[in-house]
């Protein structure tokens, strides 16, 4: 299957990804595997630059990026996804405002430190909601991840740097 026609369904909630898993199968995984494994964020995310790290990620392309425009059913799949990673990064979301959990902390939530790559995760949250026709959503997750990441940890000036340029 094509690029588009894949990335799409896999959206919709009816196709595979790369390692046969269904978005259902994504969402209902543990936060140890939501750490240690790093193939997926590229399809729950996606951005038109292909990634270092996953050859057999999708690309964003103006066909698909179109199709979250027109479809609500694939911008409120991209929400739940974003709720799984909230939830991993020990955030909360009501509506489009975006709060911290009481148990983050930045002993079991280490976005919280200097580096890594869950920064590079949240820059593309951030990126693919905007591209993906969910703006508010985007800005509201970047201001939520610069507040909290320099109120309650030790973020790098580097990784804000990312973060605000990503929407």
Known sequence: MA??????????GEGVDHKGRYLRDIWALSPFWLEHTH???QWLFPIPEAGRFNA?????????QAAFERDT?????QQRSLNVMLDF???AREGNAISAQPTLSIQSHIWLKAGG??????????RSL???YQPELARSFQHAVIHIGTQHGVVSETSLQFWRDAG
């Open 130 to 132: 905007a591209l993906c």
């Open 56 to 64: 057999f990620a999708p690309l964003l392309t103006p066909v698909v």
């Open 89 to 91: 990064f020990g955030l």
């Open 117 to 126: 790559h869950n920064h590079l995760r949240i820059t593309r949250i951030i």
């Open 73 to 77: 059913l694939l911008r409120q799949h």
């Open 39 to 41: 193939v997926y964020i």
């Open 3 to 12: 690029n588009d026609a894949c990335l799409i369904a896999f959206h919709r």
